[in-house]
């Protein structure tokens, strides 16, 4: 990722629908929401919705499938890979170690729905 599309990124996620609206998305990954789930969630209008997520796409951050009638909407797992690793790029100066507290942190992110699941 180059840095102009990192402040993309950003930008779309520096506004509290989009970033809401990403969250939720992530948190419903891999199936993802209808727009209009979303909408009505955020208590947005469905006009809005569609143009806070077309941002989010463009950005890289959401994707989208035709599903009958229905836009299904994605969180894009690796557009926000590429977004952390973009950050984290020569974070420590080779030293590991001041990395591993943020490694730990982000593994109960998915170890925590394993658990809730068993």
């Not at 609206?21 to 891999?30: I, V």
């Not at 997520?53 to 950005?59: K, N, V």
């Not at 974070?91 to 170890?111: H, N």
């Amino acid at each position: 990722m180059d840095t102009n599309t990192a402040i993309d990124a950003f930008s779309a996620l520096a506004q509290p629908t989009r970033l809401e609206a990403f969250r939720m998305l992530a948190a419903n990954e891999p199936k993802g929401l209808p727009a209009g789930e979303v909408a009505r969630a955020l208590k947005v209008p469905h006009n809005t919705m569609s143009t806070h997520l077309a941002l989010l796409m463009r950005a890289g951050l959401v994707t989208s499938k035709r599903q009958g009638r229905s836009v299904i909407y994605c969180a894009s797992i690796d557009g926000l890979r590429s977004l952390i690793l973009f950050l984290l790029q020569d974070c420590c100066g080779g030293r590991s170690e001041l990395c591993a507290p943020l490694i730990a942190d982000l593994q109960p992110c998915c170890s925590s729905k394993e658990k809730k699941r068993a």
